[in-house]
């Protein structure tokens, strides 16, 4: 709710004020009550990675990823924005896209970068404002040492050299969420340079790279600056400000224009976004306005650099005239919006046009680009060193500290994954792991992996499989049963299921029986699962052969039609439908599924490895 207090609410004793809403057609400054905030702090993870963030506890095994999956690929099908990109596929034989990336992510930090007012955005409005926030005159902005910690893990984590010595500027332009008329920013002297980023396979939704292999793309330099108010529209004439906002510590990740496929930059923003999350430099995601995106984008007619060498972004000589689309919310919208503006400048250079240097907007769901104003330069914004704030001075022992203590990046955990013999994993079931649930899913599986290690270390035989077979119960089994439910370990602890899978590869129990057992430890069965076997008798009491043979015999005698399919029109996959009588007719845990199948196809006379 917002609040408009009067200025007697200003008491001269106490240093933090918040302003409260502004007109557009006043700005009349007005104060509203003292600074006050309870922090919470946020739990640290090992890995927090999202694939696609606001689909994280929606789609949280793998069945809802496909049919996720599937259903974009059925509305790019029919979106316009897709159809023009794929009718203007010939052109792009002539035509070259080339797109750099400006990423600005809110830190993951108790106090503002210029104030001790807390960086909380999701407090009531004007809650969290200091003088200097509020541009109040005399105010002085004073750095939080400790803002700067969170934004050394993330410039590391993307490989980015740390610059001894950095400082802040201004830099000048004037808008209504903007109360000083100036950010503080890091333009001549950045805190990290010269970072690189890889795109390996995995990290694109259908597991191929435009590429076809590794995509390496250079950052040019991470800056810390600070955040501009919140703008609250409340239609027709009415706009609002949150200056809880003001001052929030970011950082801005400035990439190489070195991407030349939408698919590349979505992915870019994508993996950027998990990497941040991955080291807890930021813990909001573009689901939560926490990391927001533009992109620089240009066309040139391939081999024909020379021509236009006049044109250069971030030192890159050669480029067609770029235009820069603001604010971009989701990864959906990176990929959206540059297929829409590349077919704009395409179509214009075609007909003889030429490309305007501006800045741009995108809505989801629109069919182009819109003009927002013209691109500011340089001289536009008079950047100048901000005189009221020193240097900042980086210790090397500091940066060799957070180096060696840096969380297992995504690459390295899905390379630990699926390399070696030990989890053996497929890289799409490692990738699904880390992007679950902030990195939950992967630590759930790692427990419940070493637990099974320990009970079963004596029986190597059994564990021959292990890390395959518990990813497939933790991604599948456990992860059907939170289809609509956010994800929570304590539901079935990682002992629980490492009790259920080491029954079931010691076969004492039957996959049947182990689904079940999940499902009662789910609906909150506080037996042991070793007891509920015992209880249930559900341990596994398989039938003899001679009883395996009698009763596929009788099932074979009463379906001709299916065992005529099996045969004569070799439709092998229907044995499963044998398998499955099998295991219903008979008493639970009697029937193992593999045993069933084995007898049936001997009494069928099937070919040998038909089956698999």
């Known amino acids: 709710m917002f609040v ?23 700005f009349q400054p007005l104060i509203s009550s003292p600074y006050t905030s309870a922090l919470v702090a946020t739990r640290r993870r090992a890995l927090h990675t999202v694939g696609n963030p606001s689909t994280d506890h929606d789609a949280p095994f793998r069945k809802t990823l496909k049919d996720a999956a599937k259903q974009r690929k059925r509305e790019r099908s029919g979106d316009s924005v897709h159809q023009a990109s794929k009718a203007s596929e010939p052109r792009l034989q002539k035509w070259e896209l080339t797109v750099g990336i400006e990423i600005h992510a809110e830190l993951n930090t108790a106090r503002k970068l210029f104030s001790s007012a807390a960086s909380s955005t999701n407090d009531a409005p004007n809650t969290h404002v200091a003088l200097f926030d509020a541009a109040f005159p005399g105010s002085q902005p004073h750095f939080q040492i400790e803002t700067l910690i969170p934004a050394l893990r993330a410039a590391l984590a993307l490989d980015c050299e740390i610059q001894p010595k950095s400082s802040f500027d201004r830099k000048h332009y004037f808008y209504q969420d903007q109360p000083a008329g100036y950010q ?31 995509i390496a793309i250079d950052i040019k330099q991470v800056q810390m600056e600070q955040d501009t108010a919140k703008t609250v529209h409340q239609p ?54 926490g990391l ?42 990176v990929e959206d919006a540059i297929i829409a503006e590349r077919d704009r400048q395409i179509d214009i250079l075609e007909s003889g046009g030429v490309i305007e240097g501006e800045t741009r907007g995108w809505t989801l769901g629109s069919k182009s680009t819109k003009r927002l104003r013209g691109k500011e330069g340089e001289i536009d914004y008079r950047y100048m060193p901000d005189p009221d704030i020193a240097p900042v001075l980086v210790d090397k022992d500091l940066v060799a500290h ?5 969380y297992l990046s995504t690459d390295d955990a899905i390379k630990m994954l699926t390399e070696g013999e030990e989890y053996n994993l497929t890289s799409k079931d490692a990738s699904t792991l880390v992007s679950l649930d902030d990195g939950a899913r992967l630590e759930y599986y790692l427990d419940v992996y070493q637990l099974l290690h320990l009970t079963l270390r004596s029986r190597p035989e059994c564990l021959r499989g292990a890390g395959k077979v518990t990813g497939n119960w933790v991604l599948m ?39 079940l ?27 003899s052969q001679e009883e395996y043979i009698e009763l596929a015999q009788r099932l074979l005698v009463e379906n001709p039609n299916i065992v005529k399919d099996i045969v004569e029109k070799k439709q092998y996959k229907k044995v499963k439908w044998f398998v499955g009588q099998m295991i219903g007719k008979a008493a639970e845990g009697k029937v193992e599924p593999i045993a069933a199948e084995t007898v049936i196809a001997e009494l069928l006379n099937l070919p040998p490895g038909k089956l698999k």
């Open 4 to 26: 408009r207090p009067t200025l007697a609410a200003l008491a001269p004793a106490r240093p933090y004020i918040c302003p409260s809403c502004l007109h557009r057609a006043t």
């Open 517 to 543: 057992l999940l499902s009662l430890k789910f609906q909150g069965d506080s037996r042991d699962v070793a007891q509920i076997i015992v209880d249930e008798e559900m341990a596994l009491q398989p039938l």
């Open 477 to 515: 089994e456990l992860g059907a049963l939170f289809k609509n439910e956010i994800w929570s370990a304590d539901r079935v602890p990682p002992n629980q299921l490492a009790s259920i899978i080491s029954h079931l590869l010691q076969k004492k129990i039957t996959g049947r029986t182990a689904k």
């Open 402 to 406: 957070l180096q060696s203590t840096l």
């Open 292 to 333: 927001r995106a533009d992109v620089n984008v240009s066309v040139r007619e391939r081999h024909t650099q020379a021509a236009q060498v006049g044109n250069s972004y971030h030192g890159v000589t050669g480029l067609g005239q770029r235009t820069e689309i603001k604010n971009l919310a989701s990864v959906k919208a």
């Open 184 to 214: 503080i920013t890091q333009y001549y002297e950045p805190f990290a340079r010269d970072g690189r980023i890889t795109l390996h396979p995995h990290d694109f939704p259908n597991g191929i790279s435009p590429q076809g292999g590794p």
């Open 236 to 289: 027709p004439a009415t706009h609002l400000l949150d200056f809880n906002r003001v001052s929030h510590p970011l950082i801005e990740i400035i990439t190489l224009p070195q991407i030349h496929d939408p698919t590349t930059a979505a992915a870019c923003v994508r993996k950027i976004q998990r990497i941040l999350r991955s080291v807890d430099a930021c813990t909001a995601g573009m689901e939560s306005g």
